[in-house]
């Protein structure tokens, strides 16, 4: 079936160390499947960080990164020097390309804690 | 644009009770998500709706749990006879297609 693996929490890091974030994608029933991160700040609602519709494509939003890789079905997500506001969970998920498709599968989210 | 707007915040129901959850989508959004969020298992699918009608309740429980999107402007979940581990965040969201979704902030259902 088609589903998300991504790295169990929590996970903890200090200010400027460096972050990655695996995430694992099967997409049995999905030819060209779409590709997000979605983040939930303490205190906020669930939002995009970032998506990549194509694979071999580099998506970025604030600070962080993440490669759509087809071969090795994986969306990893990265960043070089983390801040204490990036504390947050982290979801990795995986949708159809097409209106009328499967709602987005996320998978069950990384809690990350950035100390000073 | 007030965004996708859950009510109520919080609900405490005791076992056996009815809850229902209200969503009012992003005005023009077509779909519309629930989403059930608990530690253990983290973001599960439950339904969703294109144009109010009912597309995939594939992750519905069976049992006790229904939506309902009667006009463009809000969709209900509702769960009867709530039991303790029906107790989570119920997240809805809108979009405007299947993807870049709109959460709400969620609706969080205690179970007692």
């Known amino acids: 079936g088609d589903s998300v693996t991504q790295t169990e929490g929590p996970v903890t890091v200090s200010e400027s160390e460096s972050l990655i974030i695996n995430c694992t994608y099967s997409?049995?029933?999905?030819?060209?499947?779409?590709l997000f991160w979605y983040v939930r700040y303490p205190g906020e609602g669930l939002q995009l960080l970032l998506k990549?519709?194509?694979?071999?494509q580099k998506g970025s939003s604030r600070g962080f990164e993440a490669t759509y890789n087809k071969e090795t079905t994986s969306f990893h997500l990265q960043k070089a020097s983390v801040q204490e506001s990036d504390s947050a969970v982290y979801y990795c998920?995986?949708?159809?390309?097409?209106?009328?498709?499967?709602?987005?599968?996320f998978g069950t989210g990384t809690t990350v804690s950035v100390s000073p | 644009n007030a965004g996708v707007i859950q009510t109520p915040r919080h609900k405490v129901t005791g076992k056996g009770q009815e809850a229902t959850l209200w969503c009012e989508p992003i005005s023009g959004h077509s779909a519309v998500f629930w989403y059930r969020q608990t530690i253990v298992q983290g973001l599960e699918f439950l339904t969703y709706f294109r144009n109010q009608a009912p597309i995939d309740d594939s992750g519905m429980p069976k049992e006790r749990f229904s939506a309902q999107m009667p006009n463009q402007s809000h969709s209900t979940l509702k769960i009867q006879s709530t039991q303790p581990q029906d107790s989570a965040v119920y997240l809805c969201?809108?979009?405007?297609?299947?993807?870049?979704?709109?959460f709400g902030s969620g609706t969080r259902l205690l179970v007692i």
């Open positions: 997409a049995t029933s999905i030819a060209y499947p779409n």
């Open positions: 998920a995986l949708g159809t390309p097409y209106q009328g498709g499967r709602a987005l599968i």
């Open positions: 990549v519709i194509t694979a071999g």
């Open positions: 969201a809108s979009s405007l297609e299947n993807s870049d979704y709109t």
